[in-house]
């Protein structure tokens, strides 16, 4: 027994010793920030923040409590199904700027927003809270056992369970972050409430309800597990654990394809934060998977990911190029979440290389100076941005817009029990508190190439400053010098290196980090370059823009940049040999971080191109991506591209709406309805079918649209549906099968007396029969 006793004594120390050195971040209220472009944005934000009117915020909430609204809802998505969504962030943002700023302002507007919400709370009575729209009569459905669930849809509503899922993280984040012990209560009591919803639910049918787009609420439950200890938390969160994409995972499986992005992110970042609560090294391992295959095989340049929101195929980034609807911001949000929550497991500089590259490049570049978020940024040559109306959009990118710039600091700095970690580059200050430690970091990084550390300390001390070293400082040319002399530091074979001395309040610590051009081709090893130096994309500006949307209005597809495309083949051409690209790029003397292109460059009108940092280039017209080919190729490459492009833009032109069927965001922008419906993939393409109807709302803009066209495929028989345009037959469908293994698309002529400025388009299954897979829908002139 003495020998059992001392082993487990053995075993326990042995855990403790781990658990006192693994990886902390630091809490956002140690850290500040000083001048720089993030310090900007974060008061950019604030100054956002404070300009909201939160009883507008609060008033979806108060109408599902039965309680009189004080103001009138904001518009949008406010008060198009989404109500309170902006709300849940607008509490997570309001406490992760608190914190970073302890600013009193925003404590008092947090304080209010969860006053305002505590009496929500307490009018339902039984631990529920939200802005969900008639939610009361859905979760009553719900928890009888009624479901009616899809991919943006749940019992007739907009995502309800992701809509929610933004109040749980807004209580969880103004206890766990801004310290309000009121929002755990609160959090903990709604955590109820969702326990007795499902508690008479089977698991089939939860995962039923998780068919419809939920957001983390996996991680949130996960977090109350670790707050309370208590497993039914736990349970919970394991329950509304997605296993449909799990699965995959667990078997190292990439199966993204046409995927809705950013409803699977959220879910891979609760699969590990039950790992880190559990010590469940099983689901660890395929959450770190999923980030390898997205990091990887599905993200461009900036660090962003997925087209029209959907994971599209790894071995195709064609739709990249070609889409007005590039990486969404959202989804950046979410991965660099994942990434921190990874790094912190597990220190390896292969996250902070891809968090560091994301930050700059495509967080930073979604909010500009005069405020306003973006939701797509798109990678196509020569198009451009969209921004919100402060006071008039409230997409899913303005929620996660709002939180983006009041963490900068989050992963600045990390500790374990006796070592200081210095991750990323951007001036700050960060207290060490217990240590009796403060460190400020100044520099002018990017535009200079190197940083400085300063010391203050309550007495000498000795520990150890560690210091990544990033991968884009080749190995060699990091030089440290410790107050004026040259230090060598310890490499830690994690990307980091160590100086483990005996510091004293004064000491300096200068690291050079000396930088270079690189080129970047896409992923899928088409002939598309990025350039960058160091961590920075360069881009090129095409011109200024007066664009019509430049600033979205409030209309559901507002966040789309819809101005006219530039022609890719009109597009700066890069030619030359792949290993000389980056040396064709020549610093522009006396302007940091510009570059002459005009040795990369093909054509002569864009000799004079300069690339900068694409940070910088806000409300323009710019090119990220590069077509490329080596002289050899030149004159079939320019033709292609003219080929290809030509009969793109004709299709643009001819268009006058369009609905990419069976896709989330576009088939709710144009108030999809439907009974005995359904959506899938089939060739990496998305469709809707039925044996039922569904139906869409066009805009007709000027009555020019003349014509209804369907992309339906070539073998699909025995398939017998009408065309309804405003509750009219216009056509009857027959599909015998005739037209071959291929896609195609065929009109349909809409009578000039049922021509408006709103159509509804209806497709509707004949009697015992269906309704053939439709992969795309277009209102042509």
Not at 193 to 203: K, M, R
Not at 213 to 233: C, P, Q, R, S
Not at 241 to 251: N, T
Not at 500 to 528: C, Q, Y
């Amino acid at each position: 027994m003495s020998r059992i006793l001392f082993l487990l004594l053995i075993s326990i120390f042995s855990l403790r010793a781990t658990a006192q050195t693994k990886l902390q971040a630091f809490k956002l209220e140690d850290v500040r920030l000083l001048s720089s472009p993030f310090l900007k944005a974060e008061e950019t934000d604030q100054t956002y923040m404070l300009s909201l009117n939160p009883d507008r915020l609060l008033a979806p909430y108060l109408k599902e409590a039965g309680l009189t609204p004080k103001a009138e809802s904001y518009g949008n998505w406010e008060n198009t199904g989404l109500d309170g969504h902006i709300g849940g962030h607008y509490v997570s943002a309001l406490s992760l700027m608190y914190a970073s700023t302890g600013d009193a302002k925003v404590k008092e507007r947090l304080n209010y927003m969860l006053d305002e919400l505590e009496r929500c709370q307490l009018k339902n009575g039984n631990g529920y809270l939200s802005g969900v729209p008639g939610g009361k009569e859905i979760w009553a459905q719900i928890k009888s056992g009624n479901i009616k669930a899809a991919s943006f849809s749940l019992n007739g509503r907009w995502v309800p369970l992701y809509n929610i899922h933004k109040t749980f993280a807004g209580l969880h984040d103004a206890y766990a972050i801004a310290g309000n012990e009121k929002a755990k209560q609160m959090l903990i009591k709604l955590t109820d409430w969702c326990i007795d919803l499902v508690a008479g639910l089977s698991d089939q049918q939860i995962q039923e309800l998780l068919k419809s787009e939920h957001g983390g609420l996996n991680e949130v439950f996960a977090d109350v597990y670790a707050i309370t200890g208590d497993k039914k938390y736990l349970k919970l969160a394991r329950q509304f654990s997605d296993q449909s994409v799990l699965k995959p995972l667990l078997l190292q499986k990439d199966a993204l394809n046409g995927m809705h992005a950013n409803t699977q992110i959220p879910k891979v970042i609760g699969f590990e934060q039950i790992a880190l609560v559990d010590q469940d090294t099983s689901w660890g391992k395929a959450a770190d998977f999923f980030w390898q295959t997205v990091v990887n095989n599905r993200t461009v340049a900036i660090g962003g990911n997925s087209v029209r929101e959907h994971f599209h195929p790894a071995n195709d980034f064609s739709s990249m190029i070609e889409s007005r609807e590039g990486p969404e911001t959202c989804n950046s949000y979410n991965m660099l979440k994942l990434t921190k929550q990874l790094f912190l497991d597990a220190p390896s500089i292969k996250y902070l290389d891809y968090y560091e590259r994301t930050l700059y490049n495509h967080i930073l570049t979604s909010q500009r100076a005069s405020g306003g978020f973006v939701y797509f940024t798109p990678m196509r040559p020569g198009h451009y941005r969209t921004y919100s109306n402060p006071q008039e959009s409230f997409w899913c990118c303005v929620g996660s817009g709002l939180e983006n710039h009041g963490k900068y600091g989050e992963l600045i700095y990390a500790h374990d029990d006796q070592n200081l970690y210095v991750n990323l580059f951007i001036p700050s200050v960060v207290n060490w508190t217990e240590k009796g430690i403060t460190l400020t970091q100044e520099n002018n990084f990017p535009k200079q190439e190197f940083t400085q550390l300063k010391l203050k300390l309550s007495g000498t001390k000795r520990f150890s400053i560690r210091l990544r070293h990033p991968s884009w400082v080749a190995a060699g040319q990091m030089t440290i010098l410790v107050n004026g002399k040259k230090t060598v530091a310890k490499a830690l074979g994690n990307g980091y290196v160590s100086i483990d001395r005996i510091w004293s309040s004064g000491d300096v610590i200068k690291v050079a980090l000396p930088m270079h051009n690189t080129t970047e081709f896409m992923p899928d090893g088409s002939d598309w370059v990025a350039f960058l130096h160091g961590p920075i994309v360069l881009a090129a500006e095409l011109d200024t823009l007066s664009q019509p949307n430049l600033t979205a209005d409030g209309s559901r597809m507002g966040h789309i940049a819809s101005g006219a495309l530039f022609p890719v083949s009109e597009a700066p051409l890069v030619f030359g040999q792949k290993q000389d690209l980056a040396a064709q790029l020549v610093p522009v003397k006396n302007q940091s971080l510009t570059f002459n292109a005009e040795k990369a460059i093909y054509q002569p009108k864009y000799k004079s191109l300069k690339l900068v940092p694409f940070y910088e280039l806000a409300e323009r017209r710019y090119v990220v991506y590069f077509p490329y080919t080596n002289p050899e190729n030149l004159d079939a490459r320019t033709k292609a591209i003219k080929l290809a492009e030509t009969e793109k833009i004709k299709l643009e032109l001819e268009t006058v709406d369009m609905v990419r069927t069976g896709e989330q965001q576009p088939e709710s922008d144009h108030g999809f309805k439907g009974e005995n419906t359904d959506n899938g993939i089939f060739q990496d393409r998305h469709f809707r079918n039925g044996k039922g109807w569904f139906s869409y709302n066009l805009n007709n803009k000027d009555l020019k649209g003349k014509k209804i066209r369907l992309t339906l495929f070539g073998n699909e028989k025995n398939k017998e549906f009408s065309i309804l345009i405003n509750q009219v037959v216009i056509a009857k469908v027959k599909l015998d099968g005739n037209k071959g293994n291929v896609f195609y698309t065929q009109d349909f002529e809409i009578p000039e007396a049922l021509l408006k400025p709103q159509l509804e388009l209806k497709l509707q299954a004949d009697p015992a029969a269906a309704i053939a897979n439709i992969f795309e829908v277009r209102l042509m002139k």
